[in-house]
């Protein structure tokens, strides 16, 4: 542990399976493979393996094993770095790819430059428990999503249609307008919406406790219009530590709302956002651009920034606007969460990356 400011001399790459990894022991000096083998992805493996040796720079792949095998090498005192592989095409469109193969080519990226391998840090353990229950509410959303567009598609079927209504609701609304010979199999389905909105209801109310009395960040997010309890808590959640970004206008390609680029001396075409970072917090900010966007929400300066992107015709100006302004709006977020500052919905001659904020 006395050791941190020497560069270790050997890295290790490891391909971290569900029920084995791969391994492979660099000699950064000669460049020379010295070890490769294969381990169960288990703490006791790793501990035997790793721990109780010299300090190594070790090179891992980002998964569902990453972080308690991360925080075990830690603290035996070894470098760790957790790659983004998904970014590193040597490993992701290699055609000879195996989990040896990967574990080679993790060992020498580390050697060569860890930048290479697009390290990642894991959110904290308290951030990622708490996150643990948006998800599960996410999930209980889109099943309840499912279950509602399956019965209007019988319905459908039998050339009757059912009335609009919330998700919240549906069940309610609708049973009195289903046929009888359709009732024995879409009645189980209303009790299981039922079911469905009692426990997203649980949910909400237990994020809302979360929020007043151990995340006050996510509160001070809330004043922004359109922006609620779900997507200020992931968006707090999710980025855990504010400061990890020098600059706010980063954010927007942290969540994978900024187009990808491919310019070159023939061109410089349109393409899409790179849709890198967590899919559901980028879900959860669209949202929220589309009610900024729409015919309720409130008037602001990025509200009337958006509206005008949107008026520029075409078929897909509303759909860019909507990715423009969920960009903006992280950027947003991110400016009220480290400034601490009141959000100014109109204020005037606001700066170019939005950030509508008066200081305390």
């Not at 399956?150 to 319905?155: A, E, K, L, P």
């Not at 549906?170 to 009790?191: G, M, N, S, W």
Request: aromatic letters at 4%.
């Amino acid at each position: 542990m006395e050791q941190t400011n020497v560069k270790p001399q050997f890295c290790i790459g490891i391909d971290l399976g569900d029920r084995f990894s791969h391994f492979a022991v660099l000699d950064r000096t000669t460049g020379e493979i010295l070890e490769e083998g294969r381990i169960p992805s288990t703490p006791q493996a790793f501990e035997r393996r790793f721990c109780g040796q010299g300090r190594a720079r070790i090179a891992l792949e980002v998964g569902s094993h990453s972080r308690w095998a991360s925080e075990l090498l830690e603290r035996a005192g070894h470098e760790v770095i957790v790659a983004n592989a998904y970014k590193v095409s040597l490993i992701t469109r290699n055609d000879k790819k195996s989990d040896r193969v990967d574990a080679m080519y993790l060992a020498r990226l580390a050697g060569a430059d860890p930048e290479l391998l697009h390290p990642l840090k894991h959110r904290s353990r308290k951030a990622q428990v708490d996150r643990c229950i948006l998800i599960a509410r996410d999930r209980l959303v889109g099943c309840r999503t499912k279950l509602i567009n399956s019965v209007r598609g019988m319905v459908k079927a039998t050339g009757a249609r059912l009335p609009r209504s919330s998700s919240s609701t549906f069940h309610t609304k609708v049973r009195d307008q289903i046929a009888p010979e359709l009732k024995p199999a879409i009645d189980p389905l209303l009790k299981t919406l039922a079911w469905l909105n009692q426990q997203i209801n649980k949910y909400d109310k237990l994020l809302e406790r979360k929020i007043e009395r151990e995340h006050p960040a996510a509160k001070h997010l809330m004043q922004v219009d359109a922006v609620g309890p779900i997507t200020s808590l992931n968006f707090v959640l999710t980025v855990d530590d504010p400061g990890r970004f020098k600059n706010s206008r980063t954010v927007g390609s942290y969540v994978g709302l900024r187009p990808k680029e491919r310019s070159s001396g023939k061109g410089d075409p349109e393409l899409r956002i790179s849709k890198a970072g967590d899919s559901m917090l980028r879900r959860h900010l669209v949202q929220s651009a589309q009610r900024m966007l729409g015919p309720f929400g409130k008037d602001s300066d990025l509200r009337r920034w958006g509206l005008q992107l949107a008026s520029r015709g075409g078929k897909t100006a509303k759909k860019r606007a909507v990715v423009a302004v969920a960009r903006k709006l992280a950027v947003l977020l991110h400016r009220l969460w480290v400034t601490g500052a009141q959000y100014e919905p109109l204020r005037k001659n606001a700066s170019k990356d939005t950030a509508l904020v008066r200081p305390t």
